[in-house]
């Protein structure tokens, strides 16, 4: 959780000192106010940070970006979409037999699209004379993998002190469906012309994920498309690169 928001606060400070570059002084009159417009623009983004995530893990593969409209220069609706694929076998490749021995042939791939929608607030100071400006905000998602795939196979049961009283859980494969829902707080700003940076921490929980069951023995799912590994924790990152259409 520390690395993650270690990093959260270098990009704001890098994002927020690059934006001095950009801004020239906010003149606050009421004529600003009067230019003020009910509908801005819309911004198209997409993750680097899940990017460099698949480029470091070679067991994962992701992709997602967003739409994000802004509304007064305060409330940015916000929708994403992305496709993940993750081998998460050597996560539960460990001794449960009792023998001392890594378990073998253990098989649990994932893969699916998922979609967020939400809203982020901006706390920044507004310049309504201006069609693009950078913003801080907090903001909530609700987010869904539906009827992603998985397949799972070599799985034994909780062993007593002999091995052979530990028996193999049946292999599955089929589509299930995982929900969960983010807190959010991140800044966006302007770089070069409509082109922007940002960065966000989050925060997030499973609000259900379905089991797998076979007979009297079940496995519990511990990781979706667009969540990740809830074993890795509830905390979060995306740096986004986006482009600003008014």
């Known amino acids: 959780m ?25 003149n606050k009159s009421k004529s600003a106010e009067e230019q003020k417009q009910f509908f801005y623009g819309v911004y198209v983004d997409y993750d680097l940070g899940d990017l460099l995530m698949t480029a470091i893990e070679t067991r994962r593969f992701g992709m997602n970006g967003s739409v994000v409209l802004d509304f007064q220069h305060f409330i940015y609706p ?6 993940a694929t993750y081998d998460a076998a050597p996560d539960y490749s460990y001794d449960n037999t009792g023998t001392g021995a890594q378990t073998e042939g253990v098989t ?27 913003y801080g905000y907090v903001g909530v998602r609700y987010a869904i993998a539906p009827n992603y795939e998985y397949e799972i196979a070599g799985f034994r049961t909780d062993a007593s002190m002999w ?5 193999f859980i049946p292999a599955q494969k089929g589509n299930t469906t995982a929900q969960w829902a983010e807190f959010l707080a991140g800044v966006n700003t302007p770089i070069y012309k409509g082109f922007c940076l940002g960065a966000e921490l989050r925060y997030k929980g499973f609000l259900h994920i ?8 079940s496995i519990n799912q511990s990781y979706a498309p667009g969540y990740g590994d809830s074993e890795d924790g509830s905390w979060g990152f995306r740096y986004t690169i986006s482009y600003f259409f008014h």
């Open 2 to 26: 520390s690395t993650y928001i270690c990093r959260f606060i270098s990009l704001m400070m890098l994002l927020l000192l690059s934006n001095s570059v950009f801004a020239e002084k906010k």
């Open 78 to 83: 916000a929708f994403e979409i992305g496709y």
């Open 108 to 134: 649990y791939d994932l893969k699916g699209a998922y979609g967020k929608v939400g809203v982020n607030i901006n706390l920044l100071e507004k310049d309504y004379s201006k069609k693009l400006t950078p």
């Open 163 to 167: 091995a052979d009283d530990a028996d």
């Open 210 to 217: 379905n089991r797998v069951r076979e007979g009297n023995c």
